[in-house]
């Protein structure tokens, strides 16, 4: 059984920082790792990804430059670091882990697993 733990969510002003952490147990090697945000009214949108062996990452392009995602595989942890943080960043951040690359959220195949998600808010 696959299990992800978000940590590390808050409440900031704008220009602030924040490290994501995600937590896996029983996560497959090769499953590669991503971080899903979801804001109200807004869609589900992939914010950035990291390969299973940690040689190809992906960010959208809102973040690029703003976060950095990388991986401890001694720890099984994904951390998201998230700077110069905007009042648009504000969301819920998800953890997933699937099996495919580039990691598609809402595909209807392959195999992917979630955690519970973890709030960001970023004030003004």
């Known amino acids: 059984q696959v299990f992800l733990a978000e940590s590390g969510g808050g409440f900031v002003q704008a220009g602030a920082s924040l490290r994501l952490s995600c937590a896996a147990s029983?996560?497959?090697?090769?499953?590669?790792t991503g971080w899903v945000r979801q804001a109200p009214g807004k869609v589900r949108e992939l914010v950035a990804a990291?390969?299973?062996?940690?040689?190809?990452?992906y960010y959208t392009d809102s973040v690029k430059g703003r976060f950095t995602i990388s991986s401890d595989n001694a720890k099984s942890t994904v951390y998201l670091d998230m700077n110069s943080l905007l009042v648009d960043d504000t969301a819920v951040y998800y953890c997933?882990?699937?099996?495919?690359?580039?990691?598609?959220?809402?595909?209807?195949?392959?195999?992917?697993?979630w955690g519970q998600g973890t709030q960001v808010t970023v004030s003004s």
């Open positions: 997933v882990a699937a099996d495919m690359w580039p990691i598609e959220p809402d595909a209807t195949f392959g195999s992917r697993f």
């Open positions: 990291i390969a299973w062996n940690g040689a190809t990452t």
């Open positions: 029983g996560r497959p090697v090769h499953y590669h």
